[in-house]
């Protein structure tokens, strides 16, 4: 306990039990003393309200080294030259708090911006709570896979598969474009027809995800760059919580060795075709020139026909002719 003119001079506040200085029940902490040079003054503004001796000096013009000569003779205990004012005592979180940043951010579908904004925590700690609480992030950028529409496996099943609407009648329906609803049927595992709105089952129909992971090359690339196999059945972003890594030699493998087009990638990777296009283009990869099937598309179909062609087995081993299809159905 520290005495000055018969006040006590320990910092603190009514809460923690240590009784305010003179200055402090006066409600002086604005005012200024009368005498600069006032020990009890001095020591309020060192203690009480956490000021330096440097600051102390520019706020009553008294030279830094005389401050420090008054509150020694006073007994004020310094603190060493470096070690800055006193820090807040660390609290742990609000009750609740977990759950309340899980439902703006995963239910609500808010952002660490707006979510700091609402509840008034630094956006910086709302993502490091964030990440202490297990809650997994979005992917950042213009092209946020979480946030892409897609199609139920239902509705796909009944206006698509059973129906045999085309894409562009399924996007019109639902208020969404044909590649949204090619996305999704791709991730989902829905068998897609390569041309025609005749739902027959056959060459015309490809399950491209299954169909990457049987190409050959592909699965060998895959392999040499420690990339795993996801099967199909779930939206890209839940397939792929944490994306492929792109570089350099796994896109050229498998965009100019094997032929796979962006969308492929995308499917092998977790990365949005945008990403792998812009990659390609900071890294200096050459793009194809647009328009036709790719290489893997050729090479698929080429292996099915090989197939048919070559099949002298029965019906459980080879697809039927096509009359004969047309026949059964």
């Excluded at 009368?34 to 520019?58: M, N, P, R």
């Excluded at 509150?71 to 977990?98: C, E, F, S, T, W």
């Excluded at 169909?211 to 972003?237: K, S, T």
Aim: proline residues 9%; aromatic residues 4%.
């Amino acid at each position: 306990m520290l005495l000055v003119d018969g006040a006590s001079m320990m910092p603190g506040t009514p809460d923690d039990g240590v009784p305010p200085c003179r200055y402090c029940n006066a409600a002086r902490e604005a005012a200024q003393a009368d005498d600069e040079t006032d020990s009890a003054w001095l020591a309020h503004l060192y203690l009480c309200q956490g000021l330096s001796t440097y600051s102390i000096s520019e706020l009553t013009g008294l030279d830094r080294q005389r401050v420090t000569r008054v509150l020694r003779k006073a007994k004020v205990p310094l603190r060493p030259r470096g070690a800055g004012r006193p820090r807040p005592l660390r609290r742990g979180d609000p009750p609740g708090i977990r759950q309340l940043l899980a439902g703006l951010y995963q239910a609500g579908r808010l952002g660490s911006p707006q979510i700091a904004a609402i509840t008034g925590i630094p956006e910086r700690t709302v993502r490091d709570r964030l990440r202490r609480y297990g809650i997994t992030l979005r992917t950042r950028g213009g092209w946020n896979r979480e946030d892409r529409q897609t199609v139920p496996a239902e509705i796909l099943d009944d206006l698509y598969t059973r129906l045999g609407l085309t894409a562009d009648e399924v996007g019109q329906l639902l208020g969404i474009s044909r590649n949204a609803v090619l996305r999704s049927a791709h991730a989902l595992g829905v068998p897609v027809r390569a041309g025609g709105a005749v739902p027959l089952r056959g060459p015309e129909e490809i399950e491209l995800v299954r169909a990457l992971y049987a190409d050959p090359l592909i699965a060998a690339v895959l392999v040499a760059r420690d990339v795993p196999q996801v099967p199909p059945g779930a939206a890209l972003w839940t397939r792929f919580p944490s994306p492929v890594r792109l570089t350099v030699p796994l896109v050229k493998d498998l965009y100019w060795g094997c032929g796979a087009g962006l969308a492929h990638i995308e499917l092998l990777t977790g990365q949005p075709a945008m990403t792998v296009r812009g990659f390609m283009q900071r890294t200096g990869i050459p793009l194809r020139h647009p328009g036709g099937r790719t290489p893997f598309l050729r090479r698929w179909r080429e292996s099915l026909r090989t197939a048919d062609s070559s099949c002298t087995t029965p019906a459980q081993t080879c697809r039927p002719p096509r009359s004969a299809r047309d026949k059964q159905e």
